[in-house]
């Protein structure tokens, strides 16, 4: 059956609601959408169906299909572990980074591409990365791109706030979540992963925190070659060396120097609507922003679009292109060197 075929009758059985039919056909275009190759749209009605359940779930017996569902206490739980679970569009074309780093996030990648081949000569897959650097350069986006070029779905999960919130807890929710998520084929995306070593400096909870310490260390000797587990962390030096020698792979991200910046403002502008009104200060002021992360970069510049849009005349608004003033950018560049010194 065809995919127009299968939404029509989406929206009949939706219609009439009829669930037992409405779920045999959502799970047709499921899989109709692995099989033509639409794996995010896939991966998004999975999580739709699931979503749908999971608040179905919260009445206590619902009947979903032909089959009751109870009130699923663990689900609750490590939900609410989980910032956000995302399919992600962006690829390598988005991330602007060094040759060695790129290299790295590559062969991270191929290992998944091609695990048929290593599992074949009985080879190990990577599959515990972390990514370390200064913030704003690029290690959440490098987990965006890893899940994309993989067509993975990616669950986000803020640590520090989960340790910080549920110490005594933390140990058991950290299994549920690992079992979910390679029940599911997700990407666990591990965000402030030094947190795990700030805590040790509060004595009370020394012995709560090597439990765990343990519990990571153990999660990540079963993990199954087909899962991922991406941790991010701006400070390195606070991570457990037990925990850092278990990663497979080890990224550094560090800021950008100057034809890095340059790719990274030709990327910003690549639809080109926008243009600088003075090329040769715009030149200068890329090497005057080196020192900054790619983030602060960025956001200076999109800020310097928008304010040179607001003192253009409404006249102007209708040109197929617009003008930055180079004036705005350097104060904004200026002001946030000042932000970060304080």
């Known amino acids: 059956m065809s995919q127009q075929e299968l939404i029509k009758d989406i929206a009949r059985y939706g219609l009439e609601n009829d669930q037992d039919k409405l779920l045999t056909v959502l799970n047709e275009l499921i899989s109709h959408s692995k099989n033509t190759k639409k794996i995010n749209f896939a991966l998004q009605l999975q999580s739709i169906l699931k979503d749908a359940v999971r608040q179905q779930q919260s009445t206590g017996l619902t009947k979903v299909g032909s089959q009751a569902y109870f009130q699923n206490q663990e689900d609750r739980e490590t939900n609410e572990l989980i910032l956000e679970k995302i399919t992600s569009d962006y690829r390598f074309e988005h991330l602007v980074c060094d040759s060695k780093t790129r290299e790295e996030l590559e062969y991270f990648i191929k290992e998944h591409q091609f695990s048929e081949i290593l599992q074949k000569y009985d080879l190990p897959i990577a599959n515990r990365v972390i990514l370390h650097g200064p913030s704003g350069c690029g290690k959440t986006l490098a987990s965006y791109v890893i899940a994309g070029e993989l067509k993975k779905m990616m669950v986000v999960v803020n640590l520090g706030a989960i340790v910080s919130a549920k110490l005594g807890e933390t140990s058991k929710n950290l299994a549920k979540l ?3 998520a390679a029940v599911e084929d997700s990407i666990i995306f591990l965000d402030e992963f030094d947190s795990l070593g700030k805590i040790r400096d509060y004595s009370q909870d020394h012995g709560e925190m090597k439990r765990v310490v343990n519990t990571i260390l153990q999660l990540f000797d079963y993990l199954p070659q087909s899962s991922i587990v991406i941790a ?30 340059e790719q990274l403002i030709k990327l910003t502008l690549k639809n080109g609507h926008f243009f600088f009104d003075d090329k040769k200060k715009s ?29 253009q005349n409404e006249s102007d608004f209708s040109a197929k292109r617009a003008e930055i003033n180079t004036a705005i950018w350097h104060q904004l560049i200026e002001n946030e060197k000042i932000s970060l010194k304080k």
């Open 178 to 180: 690992f079992r979910k």
């Open 232 to 261: 991010a962390t701006n400070q390195v030096e606070m991570i457990d060396n037990a925990l850092l020698r278990r990663f497979d792979v080890n990224i550094k991200f560090d800021l950008p120097n100057h034809k890095q910046i």
């Open 283 to 311: 030149v200068d002021l890329m090497k005057e922003a080196v020192g900054l992360s790619y983030y602060s970069i960025q956001k200076t510049l999109i800020t310097a679009i928008k304010r040179s849009l607001f003192d």
